[in-house]
């Protein structure tokens, strides 16, 4: 009776401790905002000044914002969040807050994730043959390879007139910290997933999968990080 009294002592706390860890695992980025705006943040508007820059205007002929103002989470890398309003200005690659009433430009190299409600941006070095360079990058598939997609704005530059005449977007994967770009061509795609080898191919065949095609690219990204979860 004494040893089963001291075992249930012992192992309610724990039992107790587990608990209070499972509640506190954040989730994945892409299911935060629903997440965030069930049980509020955790940080002061004060703290944001630590993460943020003035934001200098830009003198240009045509739109150079992604979106226009819109209700996000900024989940900074010590696990800090914020709710804000923010936009992404593709000109320059610049995410913006509403900092009282101030606009301000975050630090990438604070932040693990900008989650809006149907969309989410990661800060990755991006390696071009010409070198590495710190994108902020919209994340597509979210797992142990992610699929990622950097916004670019095409100008034309005439004295001191920049004009905006179009736009492109580049397509990433990435497993750590560093973006690479990704090639259309279907070998090279499924080169990233031979430790599921078997289970691609029948699921790339099953669904014609196009690796030209983003929304496929989703697909296939998202079946393999299902796959390794």
Request: glycine share 4%.
């Amino acid at each position: 009776m004494l040893f089963r009294l001291i075992t249930l002592l012992v192992f309610i706390p724990v039992l107790m401790i587990n608990h209070t860890l499972e509640a506190q695992k954040t989730p994945p980025l892409k299911a935060s905002f629903a997440y965030y705006s069930e049980i509020g943040t955790n940080s002061s508007e004060q703290e944001l000044f630590f993460l943020v820059r003035n934001s200098i205007h830009k003198e240009l002929v045509g739109n150079p914002f992604l979106n226009d103002w819109e209700e996000a989470f900024v989940i900074t890398k010590d696990g800090k969040v914020f709710k804000v309003q923010s936009r992404y200005r593709v000109f320059d690659d610049e995410f913006q807050i509403k900092v009282g009433n101030q606009i301000k430009a975050i630090y990438p190299e604070a932040v693990e994730g900008i989650v809006f409600k149907d969309r989410v941006f990661v800060a990755r070095d991006c390696k071009y043959p010409e070198g590495v360079k710190l994108c902020f990058l919209e994340l597509l598939s979210e797992g142990s390879i992610n699929l990622l997609k950097r916004h670019t704005l095409l100008t034309k530059s005439k004295k001191d007139l920049i004009r905006i005449i179009g736009s492109k977007t580049e397509l990433f994967y990435a497993m750590d910290d560093v973006a690479y770009l990704l090639s259309n061509n279907r070998n090279k795609v499924m080169d990233l997933f031979l430790l599921k080898e078997k289970e691609i191919n029948r699921f790339s065949v099953t669904h014609n999968i196009n690796t030209k095609k983003e929304s496929d690219l989703i697909q296939i990204f998202d079946y393999y990080n299902e796959l390794n979860q």
